[in-house]
T-cell receptor
Framework: ETGVTQSPTHLIKTRGQQVTLRCSSQ?????VSWYQQALGQGPQFIFQ???????GRGNFPPRFSGLQFPNYSSELNVNALELDDSALYLC????????????FGPGTRLTVT | GNSVTQMEGPVTLSEEAFLTINCTYT??????LFWYVQYPGEGLQLLLK?????DKGSNKGFEATYRKETTSFHLEKGSVQVSDSAVYFC????????????FGQGTRLTINP
């Protein structure tokens, strides 16, 4: 059974650019949640996708958007990058829209300069 | 929404020492409570949970008891090992009944041989 995988591992972008981060959910899991973890802080909930529909959103602006595909993998897109977007972005998968995320991916480290 | 305050780190202990990491929460009702662990280079994993008052969650020698009187969920282990070195996060649902989580800022634990 494969775990949650994320790509890329890290990347560097310039302020104002756009970025796409990817997540493959654990086998059998149909729900993907995204979190932002700033340095030295706990993860903050961005949004969740269940069966290809957004299923809840945290306090993040609309320039943070996402997609979930029929195979339950997911993308996080961030437009008009700001310096404060520099963080570790974590993806978690679970089974069912109300299920607790038990395993997270290793994350994508985004640096905005 | 709900919130959590976690003991600040870093914490450094010798092998076989007793560990306590404090966690207190503010919440509506009596939500489930969780501890996650992030080992170096890995994603977060659910370590243990408690779903109602006075419940004790346990796993890998770690324990935490849901104390509604003190709104606390402190993590304890009687004898830590070098392999326990990691970052520990206390968490609870963002709002009652939701599986979107709010995390504490994390406590980095280092165990020296």
């Amino acid at each position: 059974e494969t775990g949650v995988t994320q790509s890329p591992t890290h990347l560097i972008k310039t302020r104002g650019q756009q970025v796409t981060l990817r997540c493959s959910s654990q086998s059998g899991h149909n729900t993907v949640s995204w979190y932002q973890q700033a340095l030295g802080q706990g993860p903050q909930f961005i949004f969740q996708y269940y069966r290809e529909e957004e299923n809840g959103r945290g306090n993040f602006p609309p320039r943070f958007s996402g997609l979930q595909f029929p195979n339950y993998s997911s993308e996080l897109n961030v437009n008009a990058l700001e310096l404060d977007d520099s963080a570790l972005y974590l993806c978690a998968s679970s089974r069912g829209g109300g299920a607790l995320p038990t395993h997270f991916g290793p994350g994508t480290r985004l640096t905005v300069t | 929404g709900n919130s959590v305050t976690q003991m600040e780190g870093p914490v450094t202990l010798s092998e076989e020492a007793f560990l306590t990491i404090n966690c207190t929460y503010t919440a509506t009702g009596y939500p489930s409570l969780f501890w996650y662990v992030q080992y170096p280079g890995e994603g977060l994993q659910l370590l243990l949970k408690a779903t109602k008052a006075d419940d004790k969650g346990s796993n890998k020698g770690f324990e935490a008891t849901y104390r509604k009187e003190t709104t606390s969920f402190h993590l304890e282990k009687g004898s830590v090992q070098v392999s326990d070195s990691a970052v520990y996060f206390c968490a609870l649902p963002l709002i009652q009944g939701a599986q979107k989580l709010v995390f504490g800022q994390g406590t980095r634990l280092t165990i020296n041989p």
